[in-house]
Nanobody
Framework: QVQLVESGGGAVQAGGSLRLSCATSGRTFSNSAMAWFRQAPGKEREFVAGIGWGGGSGYYKDSVKGRFTISRDNAKNTVYLQMDSLKPEDTAVYYC???????????????????WGQGTQVTVSS
C-alpha cells in the first residue's frame, strides 16, 4: 500500500514563501511520476506542478510558473514544492499525488494519478 504524507503548509502573508514536502512509502518512489494539486473552497481540484521519475525541471500550471518549483529526492522518497511570491489566490488545500506508469508534461488530470496524500492547508493573506 502506497502512503503519501504532506507537510509544510501554513499561513503566510502575500509575497511570502512556503515549502511543502510529501513523504512516500510502500512502493519504489523512483518509479513514480509525482505531482502537486490544489483545491480551493468551492472549486475543483487543479494541477499545480509535476515531475518525472528522474527529476529535472518539472512542468507547471501557467499561473505558478516562475514562482513555484517542484523537486524530488529519490534517496529520501520525498517530493517538494517550493512556493515563493505567494498570492492570496494560491490559498487552497495542497495535495501530492503519485502515478506509476507512463507520463508526460500533459499528465495533469487528477484521474491519471493513482495515489494521494491527505492534503495540507496553505493560506495566503493580503
Amino acid at each position: 500500500q502506497v502512503q503519501l504524507v504532506e507537510s509544510g503548509g501554513g499561513a503566510v502573508q502575500a509575497g511570502g514563501s512556503l515549502r511543502l514536502s510529501c513523504a512516500t512509502s510502500g512502493r519504489t518512489f523512483s518509479n513514480s511520476a509525482m505531482a502537486w494539486f490544489r483545491q480551493a473552497p468551492g472549486k475543483e481540484r487543479e494541477f499545480v506542478a509535476g515531475i518525472g521519475w528522474g527529476g529535472g525541471s518539472g512542468y507547471y500550471k501557467d499561473s505558478v510558473k516562475g514562482r513555484f518549483t517542484i523537486s524530488r529526492d529519490n534517496a529520501k522518497n520525498t517530493v517538494y514544492l517550493q512556493m515563493d511570491s505567494l498570492k492570496p489566490e494560491d490559498t487552497a488545500v495542497y495535495y501530492c499525488a503519485a502515478r506509476y506508469g507512463w507520463y508526460s508534461s500533459s499528465t495533469r488530470n487528477s484521474y491519471e494519478f493513482d495515489y494521494w496524500g491527505q492534503g495540507t492547508q496553505v493560506t495566503v493573506s493580503s
